[in-house]
């Protein structure tokens, strides 16, 4: 709603190896309201030395700003993409974080700051991070990414929700 502000901010998901995911979000920000919110995927219980070689995983994200659809994403991966040159590449784990905010646009360079340049306003009023890499550094780089933006669009004290600090 109006002046509201929603932040959904889950840890990530771990795909076993063989898993099989289908999720998708859709979020409603009306004028004047804002969201942060974040997903991210984990391919194997890396800790462990097990991989996700096995299964599928599917994404997709819809955004409506002011009763409109504003942004649509969506992702497809099976095992055949986790090593691909034009998938993943090798890449352990995966994440999004978006924040659809009346002012994003100021917060395009500390947003660029956190993911060396990986965060783009796609509209007006939506600034998306992307981070790829080792499940280590994709934590790091969210965990990094949630205080900064939150007090920095939402005016919320610079920490972590006590999920991601357990």
Do not use: K, N
């Not at 969201?35 to 819809?62: D, H, K, P, Y």
């Not at 947003?111 to 280590?136: E, I, K, M, N, W």
């Amino acid at each position: 709603g109006e002046g509201a502000a929603l932040e959904y901010l889950p840890q990530e998901a771990i795909l076993f190896d063989g898993a099989r995911l289908d999720r998708r979000t859709e979020a409603h920000v009306a004028p004047g309201g804002a969201l942060l919110a974040t997903e991210s995927l984990v391919l194997g219980r890396i800790a462990r030395g097990e991989a996700w070689r096995r299964g599928t995983a599917r994404e997709a994200w819809r955004l409506h700003l002011d009763g409109r659809l504003a942004w649509a994403d969506a992702i497809a991966l099976d095992e055949a993409a986790r090593d691909a040159p034009h998938a993943l590449d090798g890449a352990e784990a995966l994440g999004l974080m978006l924040l659809a905010h009346p002012d994003a646009a100021r917060h395009r360079e500390l947003a660029r700051d956190l993911t060396g340049g990986q965060a783009s306003l796609p509209r007006p009023g939506l600034l998306l991070l992307r981070f790829l890499g080792r499940a280590v550094e994709v934590r790091a780089g969210i965990m990094a990414a949630i205080p900064a933006l939150r007090s920095a669009a939402l005016g919320r004290p610079a920490t972590l929700p006590r999920l991601w600090t357990c």
